[in-house]
């Protein structure tokens, strides 16, 4: 079955990068994802990138994606204290557009001033 | 746009009671999506439902049911429950049923299983 797995933990001081790791074991998947969970409150989509992509960028946000390693990682530039959150890489699986999506266990990401 | 209503926030229980969790999809949403989030599992994804029907399921036990309305709003339900249900429940909706993870998600029910 599907595994996405993630370290728990980043602390960076504000105004660095942040980079966040994530693998993956469904090769398979369409797309993969970056949510961002803020304290008590829902994940918010902050970007996904095709699989037949090696990079996304959105502003300060750089997605990367080596599909020979399974492996994708969100980059974070200018790190703000604002962007302290817990971040979920997450896979679409097999089922090509289907909304079950196959989660990591979270990175909360502490940004310290 | 209103966002994804998601009614109780918080609720406590005790083991073998049954509860019931409600979503109201953002307007114009027609698919609904549960998911369970709990510190060892992280985020399991319960079922989804389209058109008042259930169209894909977690690997969960038969006591997690749900349901959808014609309005598109959502109710989950957990029967007999035990204390491994605490959790927070997540809905998330989406426009229509292949919407490529676009999942807009509500800020959760939050069950505590005493």
């Known amino acids: 079955g599907e595994d996405v797995e993630q370290s728990l933990f980043l602390s960076v001081r504000e105004g660095d990068s942040s980079v966040i790791n994530c693998t993956y074991t469904d090769s398979s998947s369409t797309y993969l994802y970056w949510y961002k969970q803020e304290p008590g409150a829902g994940l918010q989509l902050l970007t996904y990138?095709?699989?037949?992509?090696d990079m996304k960028q959105d502003q300060r946000l750089t997605v990367l994606l080596n599909k020979k390693d399974k492996h994708l990682s969100l980059r974070i530039a200018d790190t703000q204290t604002g962007d302290s959150a817990i971040y979920f890489c997450a896979e679409s699986g097999d089922q090509t557009g289907a909304n079950n999506l196959f989660f990591g266990t979270g990175t909360r990401l502490t940004v310290i001033p | 746009k209103a966002g994804v209503t998601q009614t109780p926030r918080y609720l406590i229980k005790t083991r073998g009671q049954q509860v019931t969790l409600s979503c109201s999809p953002i307007s114009g949403h027609r698919s609904v999506s549960w998911y369970q989030q709990t510190p060892g599992q992280g985020l399991q994804f319960l079922f989804e439902y389209f058109s008042e029907t259930q169209r894909n399921k977690g690997n969960f036990p038969g006591r997690f049911s749900g349901r959808q309305f014609s309005n598109s709003r959502s109710e989950m339900n957990v029967s007999t429950l035990e204390l491994g249900d605490s959790a927070l429940y997540l809905c998330?909706?989406?426009?229509?049923?292949?919407?490529?993870?676009?999942?807009?998600f509500g800020e959760g029910s939050r069950l505590t299983v005493l």
């Open positions: 998330a909706s989406s426009p229509e049923l292949a919407s490529f993870g676009e999942l807009f």
């Open positions: 990138i095709f699989s037949n992509m």
